[in-house]
């Protein structure tokens, strides 16, 4: 039974352009979600994180949308970059943002197209 | 480079086998995580390690044991091999055991292929 769902195994996107990955989470006591990115042959990085008391966090060309009542979370990615061509992983953590022990969704492969 | 450090990289190894991973993490880390990915499926959070203690456990088989050391690395140990644990298992570690926005940085991982 997944706890944290990535519906979207893939995705492409022309360069230049928005990038929206989708996120949906069952178990609401979650308080912290996270999104990590993960090329081949690497191990995840950490990408972007929202406490669950908030409702967007930005980064730069990375922002994190939380909708708490669909017991949903999307990250947008603008402008859309070649680099960004990632497998990239959305998380939960039920201790408060510990980025050890968490929850993964299976991944959404992002190609962004030249 | 994340400054965590997993041997081997590659691994075969015949059913019914024992295998030991190793991680050593970033240096002033006391905490040690450990991830298993297989094919279908996403990253499953096995155990974790803080200061030589066990710290939290997950969906970890009883066939499946690890242990951290003083001088802080791990080793995650995988007896009686099956086919299903064929998976790309990864460390992570952190400064400190949780709390907010406690980043873990990941190794590369091994990948363990059971034949």
């Known amino acids: 039974d997944q706890q944290v769902k990535q519906n979207s195994p893939s995705l492409s996107v022309q360069e230049g352009r928005i990038s929206i990955l989708n996120c949906d989470y069952t178990?609401?006591?979650?308080?912290?979600f996270l999104w990590y990115k993960k090329y081949p042959a690497e191990g995840p990085t950490f990408l972007i994180s929202i406490s669950s008391i908030k409702d967007k966090n930005e980064d730069g060309r990375f922002t994190v949308f939380l909708n708490k009542s669909a017991k949903h979370l999307s990250l947008h990615i603008v402008p859309s970059q070649p680099g960004d061509s990632a497998v990239y992983f959305c998380?939960?953590?039920?201790?408060?943002?510990?980025?050890?022990?968490?929850?993964f969704g299976k991944g959404t492969k992002l190609s962004v197209k030249p | 480079d994340s400054g965590v450090t997993q041997t081997p990289k590659h691994l075969i190894t015949a059913t019914g086998q024992r295998v030991t991973l190793r991680c050593s993490p970033r240096s002033g880390d006391l905490s040690v995580y450990w991830y298993q990915q297989s094919l279908d499926q996403g990253l499953q959070f096995l155990i974790q390690y803080y200061n030589g203690e066990e710290r939290a456990k997950g969906n970890i088989l009883e066939r499946f044991s690890a242990q951290q050391f003083p001088d802080l690395h791990s080793e995650l140990n995988l007896s009686s091999l099956e086919l299903g644990d064929s998976a790309l298992y990864f460390c992570a570690s952190s400064v400190i055991g949780g709390g907010v926005n406690t980043e873990a940085f990941f190794g590369q991982g091994t990948r363990l292929t059971v034949v």
């Open positions: 998380a939960a953590s039920l201790e408060g943002g510990s980025q050890g022990n968490l929850i």
């Open positions: 178990n609401s006591m979650f308080d912290y």
